[in-house]
């Protein structure tokens, strides 16, 4: 063994390349293969189980020591500055999500990745230079969350009791869990509903209650979460494909252009500086909730049955606002 493995990261490396490869040494035996006295290994191995927590036991029967756990590494990484930032961003972003599975794991596992930065590196300061604004969450329960990831790593039914905004009723509904979506701060299932025989978004919040079952599923061979998602403008899906044109004026324009609004969308520019976004997408719901929100900015052209909902919303709202105005329409 050379000299320099006599350094502590180095002997912590060698100790764990001798575990992970099942040779069981002994602290003798390390301690003569790294020429250090027996004490030294023995605070090595504190170290490695108090501070890595690596899962190290001894084998009476082999004589030496072992991982509990096969596939245990070490997180020995050489970290860079601008691998501080995306530790930090990656935090600051967990934070958004906290409350959820596998959040703590998830947090545990950054604070050990912490303890490697370098000491010139400070987190603390690097952290001043980012925020993050957390969307406004429904809260969770975090076991709810655990549960359906279970069901859907391991294709079982599960069987929930929900509420429905839209229906106002409860119902109990035998799901098949495809995935769990984190949509705007609040989570989601998206799953084969065998109630309504059609994949549903499902509110994990409204969720009363979720029991597993040992029933197996098997998943729509030809269901894409990307397609899915992306098909609908936001969660609320409709069978219909609707083929939308809005037009913006010259102000709203401005900001319509700095962002990818969905993955069909094409962007018509006009003379004046506005322009026309076109887009599909299924259903009119969710769509119609977010023109609303630019008021006399924007103007649908087409189809009509959109244009004609928008205006519906525009003569209520002005009906709240402006006495009698209802009447006179």
Known sequence: MKKASRTPIRRILWIDQQLREGRYPNRNQLAEALEVDPKTIQRDLDYMRDQLDAPIEFCRKRNGYHYSEPNFFLPMINLRERDVFAFVIAEKILKQCEGAAYYKEIQEVLNKISNFLPDAISVQEAAKLFEFESARSSPVDAQKIALLQECARLKKVAIIQYYSFHGQEKTTRSIHPYHLLNHEGSWYCVAYCVLRNDIRTFAISRMLSIEGTNEKFERAKDFNIKRYV????????????????????????????????????????????????????????????????????????????????????????CGKYFKNFSDNM
């Open 230 to 317: 992306q098909e609908s403008f936001s969660l609320t899906r409709e069978t219909k494909d609707i083929t939308a044109r809005i037009k913006f004026s010259p102000y709203q324009a401005q900001w319509i252009r700095e962002k990818r609004w969905h993955p069909t969308q094409t962007i018509e520019e006009l003379p004046d500086g506005g322009l026309i976004l076109t887009l599909t997408v299924k259903g009119i719901a969710d769509l119609k909730r977010w023109i609303l929100k630019y008021g006399a900015e924007a103007e649908v052209l087409s189809p009509a049955e959109l244009r004609s909902a928008i205006a519906e919303e525009a003569r209520l709202l």
